[in-house]
């Protein structure tokens, strides 16, 4: 991984939560929050505070003109350092409440997902990978690309990949493209798993998720999310497998 020449500090933060950064530095502040899941969820936070209050002065039912105007000197506050940030979340969440908005999530420093939640829209286009790499295991005429280079995808699509466990051996690696942009399907044969993909994609949205089964008839997927990138293993071995593995995956990534 490059080093950061120029140490990222907290201005760079609130500039990254408010889209102000350029790109080259934009790069370089997730890279240091993807060493960081602390400062990751609380950049977290700040970026929901935020939507969520670009939310509520958005809505056609917003309440007396005070109280917009208090939701817009919050969201300006943003940018004026974290000295006070959990009074801004606290005060925040009393406008969206006054404005008749649900906050209960605006405190949690990390997404936790629950069993009745629908997983995310690059979950199918894992699965749907995953399918894809069967399909072509079965035909002789397609042939593999195990020629795994990390640092070449990273190059090229901006993501990622975890660290692999020793005794996983990489049978093909393809790039698709998705709704999100390009993706990454990596089929690996692994000792406990059998054939499994790991498959990354950048969803368009900063979250740190930590990783969650999402049963889907005979293949499953276990799915996580670090910054900007998401990934999920997929197989149909035994889903608590998936989610270990998925979890030995992740913590690569810190």
Do not use: C
């Not at 020629?147 to 005794?167: C, F, H, K």
């Not at 690696?173 to 059998?194: H, I, N």
């Amino acid at each position: 991984m490059t080093a950061i020449l120029d140490p990222v500090t907290d201005t760079d933060l609130d500039a990254y939560v408010d889209d102000q950064l350029e790109v080259a530095r934009r790069i370089e502040v997730e890279a240091f929050l993807s060493a960081r899941p602390e400062t990751a969820a609380r950049v977290m936070s700040d970026l929901r505070t935020r939507d969520e209050l670009r939310l509520a002065l958005a809505a056609k039912g917003m309440a007396r003109p005070a109280t917009a105007e208090a939701a817009r000197r919050l969201e300006r506050g943003l940018a004026r350092g974290r000295v006070f940030g959990m009074l801004q979340r606290a005060a925040a969440a009393a406008v969206l409440v006054a404005a008749g908005w649900l906050a209960s999530g605006i405190f949690g420093p990390v997404t936790k997902v629950v069993a009745s939640t629908p997983p995310p829209a690059y979950v199918e286009d894992a699965v749907r990978a995953h399918a894809t790499t069967l399909v072509r295991e079965a035909m002789s005429s397609q042939p593999e690309a195990p020629n795994y280079n990390p640092d070449e995808i990273r190059a090229a699509t901006a993501i990622v990949m975890p660290s692999l466990p020793g005794d996983w051996k990489v049978r093909d690696v393809q790039v698709y493209p998705s709704r999100f942009g390009p993706s990454v399907e990596m089929a690996l044969e692994t000792k406990d798993l059998g054939l499994v993909s790991l498959f990354a994609i950048r969803p368009g949205t900063f979250d740190v998720v930590k990783p969650v089964v999402a049963p889907s008839g005979e293949i499953s997927a276990a799915y996580f999310q670090i910054g900007e990138v998401a990934y999920a293993v997929v197989g149909q071995g035994d889903a608590g497998d998936l989610d270990r593995a998925a979890e030995t995956l992740a913590r690569t990534l810190y």
